[in-house]
């Protein structure tokens, strides 16, 4: 579908449904729980290099002199290469989340719709789609610094629309970077307090799971990405050709 038809097909939509999407989560999230559990494993072991990053020459420096972190000041070459490992990191971290959450949602398509296949968890990771990732990346890195200058107030109304990347990114492949954009902000703009009413929800039910010790978090956690899932479907569908 090209972005003419996508557009018009998200105007003449329906409003998103508040309980109707929850309760589809939450039936989903039986079905899925584990893979999403996967999914987040896999996240932060493929963002750990990037972490390594930026504490390596922080490493490097205090071992070579171990009193450059008393000083009141922040050392000059600290600054500069923090400056420059920065925003790799961000981009490097963004590029394997919208990559990762991509393919859960593709996992969810599967077991929504019974279809058969392998749970395909670097489905994303080609190279057809990396570039694409890249470059929804920088643009979610601009749009964030964005936020961040209209004190903060400006995050608080993008990641409603930044929430749905991931799905216009995994189902709508004839799209290009700037399109999976222009397409997230006209369906997140015009469901914009359900989606963020959704989103907050499902993130405190996905937090549900430290009850148990902390570490039931990690196979609860992935309950706040479904919702995206049935909130795209029911706006545009699910294309099956990915």
């Keep these: 579908m090209n972005f003419t038809s996508l557009s018009e097909r998200i105007q003449q939509s329906a409003p998103v449904e508040f ?3 929850f309760n589809n989560s939450v039936e989903l999230f039986k079905k899925v729980w584990l893979q999403g559990f996967i999914t987040l494993v896999l996240t932060f072991a493929a963002i750990l290099p990037f972490y390594l990053l930026i ?13 450059i972190f008393e000083q009141q000041e922040m050392p000059p070459l600290f600054a500069g290469l923090m ?12 590029t394997i989340g919208i990559c990762l959450n991509a393919a859960f949602l593709r996992i969810c398509r599967k077991y929504d719709l019974n279809e058969s296949g392998k749970d395909d968890y670097f ?5 057809e789609y990396l570039g694409k990732a890249v470059i929804i990346s920088l643009i979610m890195v601009g749009l964030t610094l ?5 004190c903060g107030l400006g ?13 216009f990114f995994a189902f709508d492949r004839e799209l290009t970077a700037l399109e999976v954009v222009k397409a997230s902000f006209a369906l997140g703009n015009k469901n914009w307090l359900m989606i963020f009413l959704l989103i907050l929800v499902s993130g405190l039910v996905g ?8 570490v039931g978090v990690l196979f609860t956690a992935m309950f706040s990405k479904i919702p995206i899932y049935f909130i795209h479907k029911d706006a545009v569908g699910v294309s099956m050709d990915v």
Excluded: E, N
């Design 146 to 150: 964005l936020g961040i200058l209209a």
């Design 155 to 167: 995050i608080i109304y993008l990641m409603v629309p930044m929430s749905l990347f991931p799905a």
């Design 83 to 94: 400056t420059l490992i920065m925003p790799l990191f961000m981009i490097g971290v963004m």
């Design 207 to 214: 937090q549900l799971g430290a009850i148990l010790c902390l």
């Design 55 to 67: 504490y390596l020459p922080m490493i490097a420096m205090g071992i070579s002199d171990p009193d």
């Design 123 to 127: 489905y994303y990771f080609k190279k």
């Design 19 to 21: 309980g109707s999407v």
